[in-house]
């Protein structure tokens, strides 16, 4: 069950659209504009309206059964439930669980210290049952016993955290960053929801590391490597080893064809020093080059970026700055950004963008930037 | 976008000149049926009552003395179905009334055995999925759908914003999606 999560509907960006559409359009006065805005995304791409349709028919099967005696929450329920929309359910229901588990795993081991005397008294006794046990448990404990364990890592506005998995890999999270990692018997699986994360992997041939972001897939066998999540764009860096990247992307380059082609897998080889930008949405990749080091600055707050588009920097430096940065125009989302910026000063950086791209900034009362094309 | 949406009005102004006004009518209905009956999908409980609605909001263009612009009669088209809905949904609960005092009938044909064990097992997996929602999500949620509440009423009565009530709802309309989609996944494999 805890496998499964991450997979298929809840985080699939064009389905993510569709159900933002049906709310808008669900209820309440909506503006002329918006239903005309909402008629051009659905005449976009054939992908659309599928997506919107399959979420009409996931509405009629809510309406035609959640009649009667389906389950309503208490009010004590709600008054108790800390969920704040931020994130997925399925995410949510794995930290509950994950907590559930926290507190039986503690349980368990206060209740086995309490029965230390009697496992001392019995020890010699037990040797001989004990070696045919140590040779049997390690066996039942990997098949039976040994539900996957899921570790859910999420940080706050300008944090990072490291984290050490139980199979000793270390994992560290860039600033508004979500991710769990589920480690089987035979898999070892982290999905990246969000942000941004650098991973040191522990060797273990037998479990393959794999990152799941998006529509694409980092595999690894001990290595070292970034991956770096902006909406549909998704950036891999590798500072040690050799990775493989399966990218699930749209099939045409060209986007006014975009939609009539089926998804391709893309698929490519890293080795140190290389970093892979996909862009799921029209398709585009590219490998470059870069300094294995400069990989994963960010952990030491110097974010880098190589011939990355203006929208995916805002998007990514929004990770570190408090303010709200907007795109005003859209003729400037795609302009070219080749550089350093510190984490702790992201405004400086703003302001000097209007000394090197046909931008000036605007900083709005409400404390957000607007990056407006002159 | 801006330019496609200019040259859309250009396009109906044009047709302002050429066309008299039933024929304009009959021709926004043809081009904006589907996405009318989408978008009345969003609020009511089936594509039916959507076309049914439809129907009816058709007619009352067709009664209107004076049509004006083609982009107001679309702004009027989908702002009319929006209120027939609103009134449907009213109507919804003194139906159900009568549905169980057995004054109006509801004859359909019968499932079949077949269907009707498919139709057991969507609907166990709905309330399973309802069930798993975290509980203002899952409250939220059941206001809307079932109770067919306004975003804003429900952010009343909740003590919530209307953003908050609008990402609930968002929330779990995917997660249903999704478990729908692993549920429907999991039976063809079990089958294959």
């Known amino acids: 069950m805890v496998s499964r999560i991450g997979e298929g509907a809840e985080h699939d960006s064009v389905l993510q659209e569709a159900a933002q559409w049906s709310v808008e359009l669900s209820s309440g006065d909506i503006p002329a504009e918006r239903i005309a805005q909402w008629q051009q995304w659905l005449a976009a791409s054939e992908a659309n309206r599928a997506a919107f349709d399959s979420i009409l028919s996931t509405l009629s099967a809510v309406d035609r059964y959640a009649t009667g005696t389906v389950a309503w929450p208490s009010d004590e329920q709600v008054a108790n439930d800390a969920y704040d929309g931020s994130i997925s359910v399925s995410v949510w229901r794995t930290r509950v669980a994950t907590r559930r588990n926290g507190r039986r795993g503690r349980a368990w081991a206060a209740a086995a210290w309490r029965r230390r005397p009697w496992l001392t008294a019995g020890l010699a006794a037990a040797a001989v049952a004990t070696l045919t046990a140590l040779a049997i448990l390690p066996v039942m404990r ?233 | ?62 009664s209107l003395e004076d049509a004006g612009a083609v982009s107001f009669l679309r702004a009027f088209l989908f702002k009319t179905a929006a209120n027939l809905a609103v009134d449907r949904i009213r109507s919804r609960g003194r139906q159900r009334q009568a549905l169980d005092a057995g004054l109006c009938d509801d004859s359909r044909e019968a499932p079949t055995p077949d269907r009707e064990a498919a139709i057991a097992q969507e609907m166990a997996i709905v309330r399973r999925l309802i069930d798993e929602l975290p509980p203002k999500c899952r409250r939220a949620f059941l206001l809307h759908r079932v109770h067919g509440a306004e975003f804003s009423e429900i952010a009343q009565e909740m003590g919530l914003s209307e953003r908050m009530v609008r990402h609930y709802v968002l929330r779990a309309v995917l997660y249903c999606r999704a478990g729908l989609d692993a549920a429907q996944s999991s039976e063809e494999s079990g089958r294959g």
């Not at chain 1, 799941?212 to 549909?232: D, L, P, S, W």
């Not at chain 1, 408090?322 to 795609?334: K, S």
């Not at chain 2, 039933?22 to 594509?47: D, G, M, P, Q």
């Open chain 1, 142 to 374: 990997s098949t039976l016993f040994a539900p996957p364990v899921v570790t859910v890592v999420e940080t706050a506005s300008g944090e990072n955290r490291e984290v050490r998995l139980g199979d000793g890999s270390v994992v560290t999270a860039g600033a508004q960053s979500v991710l769990w990692a589920t480690l089987a018997r035979d898999s070892r699986e982290v999905t990246l929801e969000r942000g941004e994360a650098f991973f040191r992997v522990a060797k273990d041939p037998a479990r393959p590391f794999i990152v799941k972001v998006g529509t694409t897939t980092v595999a690894a066998v001990g290595t070292a490597f970034n991956v770096r999540r902006a909406g549909e764009r998704v950036v891999v860096g590798v500072a040690e080893g050799i990775v493989k990247v399966d990218a699930r992307v749209a099939g045409a380059q060209s986007s006014v064809q975009a939609h009539q082609q089926r998804p391709v897998i893309r698929t490519a080889r890293l080795s140190v020093g290389q970093q892979l930008s996909i862009d799921a949405a029209d398709g585009s990749a590219s490998i470059q080059q870069v300094d294995a080091i400069g990989v994963a600055a960010w952990r030491a707050g110097l974010l880098q970026y190589r011939n990355e588009p203006l929208r995916s920097v805002i998007a990514d430096l929004t990770r570190y700055s408090a303010r709200d940065i907007v795109i005003a125009n859209p003729q400037i989302a795609d302009l070219r950004i080749t550089g350093t910026v510190f984490a702790s000063d992201v405004d400086s950086w703003l302001q000097s963008l209007e000394t090197a791209l046909p931008v000036r900034v605007v900083w709005a009362p409400d404390g957000s930037a607007r990056l407006e094309s002159r």
């Open chain 2, 1 to 62: 976008m801006t330019n496609r949406m200019s040259r859309d009005s250009q396009h109906e102004q044009a047709g302002v000149t050429d066309s008299n006004h039933a024929e304009r009518i009959s021709r926004l209905f043809s081009e904006h049926n589907e996405s009318l009956v989408k978008f009345l999908s969003t609020r009511l409980h089936s594509v039916q009552e959507a076309k049914e609605v439809a129907q009816e909001a058709y007619v009352r263009l067709l």
